[in-house]
């Protein structure tokens, strides 16, 4: 199955890059763009226009974005690229206190021989921006679609709960229709997540075993073993349920669920995600502790050094913000009735990984005494690749079983590595937005784990505590569904013995 587009066949545009100068725009945005000039893949006519509070000349800037990309291709890069890529690069300040400024910018754009007249926004700036940002935009007419397309992109997390999120979409909607609004989670721009349905659903093999027949249970897990680092202040307002399952973790699960779209299209393929989406039960709140589990790191030891503890590093004993989250899931439909989704993520875990591990039904030997069950399992990052535990009869007169591992990677030798947010800025150019949200998959997203995060806040008991390092929290069991389900371990063979 192929699908290309050619860059001859995408409209001439000028991205707006708006907060150009911040720490996103400098570590993925401006080398994304450059990739993929250097790809081939942009447009001949394509401009970028930088915009921030600063005044800074645009030779200033040149020198800023070619710092930018000696910091992040420190092996160098072709030259003849460099020149092309700087040439279509421009700055407008955008200074707070001028009431003029975005007037300014819109004489600026209107500069045909400059900046090719179908506009993207890409609204890189603080979340409480956004709005503004919308409103100023359209208040000088630079949403207005008469001749050129416009659209906007929305960086994450679009809104804190479910009524930030509708208020937010509220004041953009008065500006802009559902089709211009392009909302980021990053994680849809991974080969490997966009590889999790093409997988399903060009295999045959596949296809017929996945649903309550055959799967026992399903585990989306995102574990890393970083601490939240610097960033401490914004991850204490905000916690491992908002952070990585609110939207990475349940667009994983999205696609993992989902039912074929009728075709390839953006709308048909968000269709199929939003029905699985509204199709999650409610977490029962007065259940809660069989149905969710929090928890935070403790001092530990990382790879042999030793490292703090979240409250330490907090500073401030009283959180009780998880730095470690699960939920038991289940999904109401046909295909899934009663199969349990155990979705987690952890920071300071034993293990970096990112991956669905799917366990089988008992086979009939298997009822008979045996404990193995099948597994298949589809490795995110790092390992992109796709895993079958079977049972197979050990060489030898006796009859005894083993399980065998069948491991195929999927990136080979000589595979292009592609960031996100390339696949992510080509689709905009595109206007191909199956790799964006749609609002009802957000709000489907919030309306599931608000109940949980707003229980959690107002439970000031003491979180239980893991040591840096180690497995699961033992207490975490208590989500399970039933005594032989456990989480497992690791991807690699043996993972599910610990
Ligand atoms: N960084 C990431 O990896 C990451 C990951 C996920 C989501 N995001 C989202 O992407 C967006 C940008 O993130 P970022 O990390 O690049 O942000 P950032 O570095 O903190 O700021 C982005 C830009 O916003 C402007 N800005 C900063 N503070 C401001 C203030 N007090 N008042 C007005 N403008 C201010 C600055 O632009 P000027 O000074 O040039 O005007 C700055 O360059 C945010 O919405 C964030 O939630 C980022």
Redesign the pocket.
Same mark, same amino acid.
């Given at each position: 199955m192929t699908k290309t587009t050619d860059p001859k066949k995408i409209d001439p545009c000028t991205l707006v890059l708006?907060?150009?100068?911040?720490? =996103?725009? /400098?570590? $993925?945005l401006m080398p994304s763009l450059f990739r993929l000039d250097a790809a081939g893949r942009l447009p001949e006519q394509m401009a970028i226009l930088?915009?921030? /509070?600063?005044e800074v000349t645009r030779e200033a800037w040149l020198a800023d974005i070619k710092g930018m990309l000696d910091a992040k291709f420190k092996k160098g890069y072709d030259q003849t690229v460099f020149e092309r890529f700087i040439a279509r690069n421009h700055y407008h300040a955008?200074a *707070?206190t001028d009431a003029d400024a975005f007037t300014k910018m819109k004489a600026n754009l209107a500069d045909e021989k400059v900046f090719p007249q179908n506009l993207a926004y890409f =609204?890189?700036? /603080? *979340?409480v921006?956004?709005a503004p940002v919308v409103e100023q935009l359209s208040g000088v007419g630079l949403l207005d679609e008469t001749n050129h397309w416009r659209r906007v992109v929305i960086? $994450? *997390?679009f809104g804190t709960d479910l009524a930030s999120a509708q208020a937010l979409q509220a004041s953009i909607t008065k500006h802009l229709k559902e089709s211009q609004i392009y909302r980021?989670d990053?994680y849809l721009g991974k080969s490997a997540l966009q590889n999790i349905m093409l997988q399903r659903f060009t295999n045959t093999l596949l296809e017929p075993i996945w649903n309550k027949d055959f799967i026992d249970h399903v585990q989306i897990t995102n574990t890393e073993m970083l601490g939240v680092g610097e960033r401490t202040q914004f991850y204490d307002s905000t916690g491992a349920l908002r952070d990585m399952i609110q939207s990475h973790i349940l667009q994983t699960m999205a696609l993992t669920a989902m039912e074929l779209p009728k075709d390839l299209s953006p709308d048909s393929i968000r269709a199929e995600k939003i029905k699985v989406l509204e199709a999650i039960r409610p977490i029962p709140v007065a259940d809660l502790k069989h149905n969710a589990f929090r928890a935070q790191y403790a001092t530990g030891e990382v790879q042999g050094e030793k490292v703090p503890g979240y409250l330490e590093e907090l500073g401030d004993k009283t959180s009780v913000v998880e730095t470690y989250a699960a939920l038991k899931l289940f999904v109401d439909n046909p295909r899934w009735q009663g199969v349990p989704f155990y979705i987690r993520t952890a920071k300071r875990l034993h293990d970096a990984d990112t991956r669905i591990s799917i366990r089988f039904k008992k086979s009939a030997l298997q009822l008979a005494g045996g404990t193995e069950q099948n597994w298949l399992m589809l490795g995110i990052q790092p390992r992109e690749c796709i895993k079958m535990e079977i049972q197979s009869k050990i060489p030898g007169l006796d009859i005894k079983t083993r399980t065998i591992q069948m491991d195929a990677a999927n990136r080979q030798d000589g595979d292009e590595s592609i960031d996100a947010y390339e696949a992510l800025l080509l689709n905009l150019m595109e206007g191909d937005n199956s790799l964006y949200l749609h609002i009802s998959e957000v709000e489907a997203q919030w309306r599931l784990v608000d109940p949980v995060v707003k229980a959690w806040a107002v439970d000031k008991a003491p979180v239980c505590q893991y040591p840096a390092g180690s497995a699961d929290p033992e207490t975490s069991k208590v989500i399970f569904e039933h005594e032989d389900q456990f989480w497992r371990y690791s991807i690699e063979l043996g993972g599910d013995k610990h």
């Open positions: 708006f907060g150009a100068s911040g720490n =996103l725009s /400098r570590v $993925k930088s915009v921030g /509070r600063g955008n *707070p =609204l890189s700036v /603080r *979340p921006d956004f960086e $994450k *997390p980021i990053h």
